[in-house]
Nanobody, 116 residues
Framework: QVQLVESGGGLVQPGGSLRLSCAAV????????MGWYRQAPGKQRELVAT???????NFVDSVKGRFTISRDNAKNTLYLQMNSLKPEDTAVYYC??????????WGQGTQVTVSS
């Protein structure tokens, strides 16, 4: 089983920035497309950003132009740079493979709160 540990969340004002990190404990990180998901209160978890093994990225329309995803396969680490944050970005953010697979457990996530 691969464990994922997300970090970097916090409270930020609208328009602010945060950088999330996801450390993968295990050896499969470089073998899969990876992504950042988020779940807001009362809503289903959604995939917001994907990066392929080769480094190509894709984003949900609501974050395009504001979020950047990157990966360091040597460090087994995934990143999400979030700029121009909006209150509607408030959610718990998770990383995982895209699509999720059975051998990779969901982590605890990291809370992002955008509020003045």
């Amino acid at each position: 089983q691969v464990q994922l540990v997300e970090s970097g969340g916090g409270l930020v004002q609208p328009g602010g920035s945060l950088r999330l990190s996801c450390a993968a404990v295990g050896s499969i990180f470089s073998s899969y497309a990876m992504g950042w998901y988020r779940q807001a209160p009362g809503k289903q978890r959604e995939l917001v950003a994907t990066i392929t093994r080769g480094g190509f990225s894709n984003f949900v329309d609501s974050v395009k132009g504001r979020f950047t995803i990157s990966r360091d396969n040597a460090k087994n680490t995934l990143y999400l740079q979030m700029n121009s944050l909006k209150p509607e970005d408030t959610a718990v953010y998770y990383c995982n493979t895209v699509p999720p697979i059975q051998s990779v457990n969901w982590g605890q996530g990291t809370q992002v709160t955008v509020s003045s």
